[in-house]
Antibody, heavy 119, light 110 residues
Framework: EVQVVESGGGLVQPGGSLRLSCAAS????????MDWVRQAPGKGLEWVGR??????????EYAASVKGRFTISRDDSKNSLYLEMNSLKTEDTAVYYC??????????WGQGTLVTVSS | QSALTQPPSASGSPGQSVTISCTGT?????????VSWYQQHPGKAPKLMIS???KRPSGVPDRFSGSKSGNTASLTVSGLQAEDEADYYC??????????FGTGTKVTVL
């Protein structure tokens, strides 16, 4: 079964850092683009960024709202994707989802992990 | 990048059809055939229902269909069933390696 499972969320103070992980199974991670999408409480979905596959040199792209603060990386040997979040702001509070992507469609999605930025 | 515009809510009785619109610009919806639709039940992860404007992934009932005209995409759910009650989000590639989601529509089955 193809699935992804996020972990690492929690409570962090403004200005702090947090690293999220996404474990993939049922497919070869290196063959696929992988994206992060977030959803603030009671709000809609927001694309955060992506890392391309091995054939595209694992290039990463980011939404303007997180560029320079967030870094996406991956370890294909561990079938894992990561989201390093620095200089966190209260507006970064959200459920963070990872998803496999191709042709700009996201499937499947994980169950999400909640990040709360608050003092 | 501004979110795509969807109506906040839509409703229909069981067996009826409901259509949700998703309006963008020529820089996103109108410029690419990379429009997708996602269903999200409360507290659950989104699920892909339609990709590339009108392609239905395996396992998605054929009651779900997608289309696009100009800068507006649409999702139609025919033969509404109780389990179709959920939030629905459209999305589109927006060029320059950017991606945008819609504002979301809550579908209620009366």
């Amino acid at each position: 079964e193809v699935q992804v499972v996020e972990s690492g969320g929690g409570l962090v103070q403004p200005g702090g850092s947090l690293r999220l992980s996404c474990a993939a199974s049922g497919f070869t991670l290196s063959d696929h683009f992988m994206d992060w999408v977030r959803q603030a409480p009671g709000k809609g979905l927001e694309w955060v960024g992506r890392t391309k596959n091995k054939a595209n040199s694992y290039a990463a792209e980011y939404a303007a709202s997180v560029k320079g603060r967030f870094t996406i990386s991956r370890d294909d040997s561990k079938n894992s994707l990561y989201l390093e979040m620095n200089s966190l702001k209260t507006e970064d509070t959200a459920v963070y989802y990872c998803a496999r992507s191709s042709n700009w469609r996201f499937d499947p999605w994980g169950q999400g992990t909640l990040v709360t930025v608050s003092s | 990048q501004s979110a795509l515009t969807q109506p906040p809510s839509a409703s229909g009785s069981p067996g009826q059809s409901v259509t949700i619109s998703c309006t963008g610009t020529s820089s996103d919806v109108g410029g690419y055939n990379y429009v997708s639709w996602y269903q999200q039940h409360p507290g659950k992860a989104p699920k892909l229902m339609i990709s590339e404007v009108s392609k239905r992934p395996s396992g998605v009932p054929d009651r779900f269909s997608g289309s696009k005209s100009g800068n507006t995409a649409s999702l139609t759910v025919s033969g509404l069933q109780a389990e179709d009650e959920a939030d629905y989000y459209c999305s589109s590639y927006a060029g320059n390696n950017n991606y945008v989601f819609g504002t979301g529509t809550k579908v209620t089955v009366l």
